[in-house]
């Protein structure tokens, strides 16, 4: 079964410095999906990346695809409190989707 | 344009009852996906419904199934619930499902079985 792993888990970073978060997949796949969840909220759409070398940006977020090292990242620039939530990725492997465990970021004042 | 929704969005069920949550997806959308929440297993997929058929499935027992009617709309139904099927429920839309298009997520049916 395909496994999705997020490192790191846990962040708590200081408001205006920049992070990575690294989404690692088992097997082949160029569809890859960020989305943010709130607590006690439900998940919402990030970015969706279909090819090798892709990247999108909005607002303080960045994500890319390396399909050959089967690794996506999502960076984050000068963070802001608002960007405190969960983040997780995606991969749909023949139209099932496997998450990854999810990277819980906090981002203080 | 209206977004998924989830009825209904809080249930609380004992060991052996079963449960049908119910979801509706973003008009024109086809495709509907469920996947279930719990802070041990994280996200999990269900199953994957597209044209009133079931298209994909995950690694649930059979307690867990579901049907999509002709308006796209779906249900799941979990039969002989145990305490382990505890979780937040949710559905995603989707125009096909082939991953081409977002998926976009309903607020969720939180389950709590006692």
């Known amino acids: 079964e395909l496994k999705v792993e997020q490192n790191p888990l846990f962040l708590s970073m200081q408001e205006g410095k920049n992070y990575t978060i690294y989404c690692n997949y088992s097997?082949?796949?160029?569809?890859l999906y960020w989305y943010r969840q709130d607590p006690g909220k439900s998940l919402e759409s990030l970015f969706v990346?279909?090819?090798?070398?892709a990247v999108k940006q909005e607002g303080r977020l960045m994500a890319s695809l390396d399909t050959k090292a089967r690794l996506s990242t999502l960076h984050i620039t000068a963070a802001v409190h608002d960007l405190s939530a969960t983040y997780f990725c995606?991969?749909?492997?023949?139209?099932?989707?496997?998450f990854g465990s999810g990277t819980k970021l906090n981002v203080k004042p | 344009k209206a977004g998924v929704t989830q009825t209904p969005r809080y249930l609380i069920k004992t060991r052996g009852q079963q449960v049908t949550l119910s979801c509706s997806p973003i008009?024109?959308?086809?495709?509907v996906s469920w996947y279930q929440q719990t802070p041990g297993q994280g996200l999990q997929f269900l199953f994957e419904?597209?044209?009133?058929?079931?298209?994909n499935k995950g690694n649930f027992p059979g307690r867990f199934s579901g049907r999509q009617f002709s308006n796209s709309r779906s249900e799941m139904n979990v039969s002989t619930l145990e305490l382990g099927d505890s979780a937040l429920y949710l559905c995603?839309?989707?125009?096909?499902?082939?991953?081409?298009?977002?998926?976009?997520f309903g607020p969720g049916t939180r389950l709590t079985v006692l």
């Open positions: 995606a991969v749909d492997n023949f139209n099932k989707f496997y």
């Open positions: 097997t082949t796949s160029d569809r």
């Open positions: 008009s024109g959308h086809r495709s």
């Open positions: 419904y597209f044209s009133e058929t079931q298209r």
């Open positions: 995603a839309s989707s125009l096909d499902g082939r991953g081409l298009n977002e998926q976009f």
């Open positions: 990346l279909l090819s090798n070398g």
